[in-house]
């Protein structure tokens, strides 16, 4: 596999520290409000990262926070007369139905920053004894000039990073590049005894203290969106190369901006588009085929005739997947195509061909249709035997669940009662008893049973 470095800029072989085990770190939600899609295309993203390299037999350790504690938090809860934990309590709990909602399987840890002050006061002891950081009236800063290396992962000159830079009048920082590791309490703000005094961490250092708890001092990938890339993730790196004295993370995974209409989606414009309200429109599993329909680190473009096109054609690989099921059931015991059962393999080979080039999904979904159009020209309108049907169904689910997809397929089980009605109205089409086909069909609907008459026989979908 080849994954896009943004430190290096290039594609590079992934070779993670262990051979078997990979450690992932995402950073996670400011938990604040309901998330957006573009909250949600990380999510979404990174979890088929996280899925395909479990597919590929790597055992992986995958951590993402929570920023449970931040300006934006305390803001809405002084906006609201409740505490910072009764908002971020809520948000988080609004995370989770979003989440599942998009088929986006739990982390192997979730940690709070509330719930990590030691090891963020720890990481910022060594610092400061190492002399990387410094306190001021209760304040601590990193000393940014201090890390030779700082700006390598946004590849930006620290001379240009000066110039954009400015202390405000009464700044207690050494240098303007400087950056709070601990933010002194002000009234009526949470806090917490440090040895610096009553405060609270500032933002940057959680992740750092984080990954060092759960992931140890040197991970294999580090992932977010691209607007993470400076300052959050150069400060990660600055902070975390200077307490530990080692690489912090081998690999650092980027994925671009949504659009709204063409337009860069933003809280300022008022075009940002929550993943509660599309889904109450389409559903969760559309947002999550279009989220992850383009390479990842290309800009997406959200419109409601892109929402449209997902909702189509995710429609297409239900309904040929429920078709499959159908001739399964019907197959007979006749010998095996070998030819076509290398054809499905095949179709396996490439998705992974596809999936290995820098995690392309785009790639890896048009695999599954040309799977689907294999399965539509050579399954379903021949007779083939239950063995090749039973190999296009194993890896048609294979290359969907690596994707996150189909996850809201219906059951085959259908009540005695309703297999019985289904039977009696073939019979008595059978006996040329249409009143009493076209009844039972009518029944059938009334209660969510929608049935199909096809050449090999009746298909049924739920409503």
Known sequence: ????????????????????????????????????????????????????????????????????????IINRANEEGITFEEVSKKYIEEFWTDAHGLNFKDATVHPKATENIDEIIDIIKTLEEKGFAYAVDGDVYFRTLKFDEYGKLSHQPIEDLQSGARIAVGDKKEDPLDFALWKAAKEGEPYWDS????????????????????LGESIDIHCGGQDLIFPHHENEIAQSECANGCCFSKYWMHNGYINVDNVKMSKSLGNFKTVREIAEVYGYEVIRYFLISSHYRSPINYNLEIIEQCKSALERLYTCRESLDFAMKNARDIEDDIELIQ???????????????????????SCVFELVKDINTKILDKEVSKTVCQTAADIFDELCDVLGLLYNRKSNDLDAEIEDLINQRQQARANKDWATADKIRDDLKSRGIILKDTAQGVTWTKE
């Open 195 to 214: 040895p610096w005094g009553k405060g609270r961490p500032g933002w940057h250092i959680e992740c750092s203290a984080m990954n060092r708890k759960y």
């Open 343 to 365: 054809l499905m393999n095949s179709r396996r080979e490439q998705f992974i061909t596809a999936m290995d080039d820098d995690l392309n999904t785009a790639d890896g979904i």
């Open 1 to 72: 596999m080849r994954i896009f470095n943004t430190m290096s800029r290039q594609k590079e072989d992934f070779v993670p520290f262990d051979e078997k085990e990979v450690k992932i770190y995402a950073c996670g939600p400011t938990v604040y409000n309901f998330i957006h899609i573009g909250n949600a295309r990380p999510l979404c993203v990174f979890d088929v990262l996280r899925r395909y390299l479990e597919y590929r037999g790597y055992n992986v350790k995958f951590v993402q926070n929570f920023t449970d504690v931040d300006d934006k």
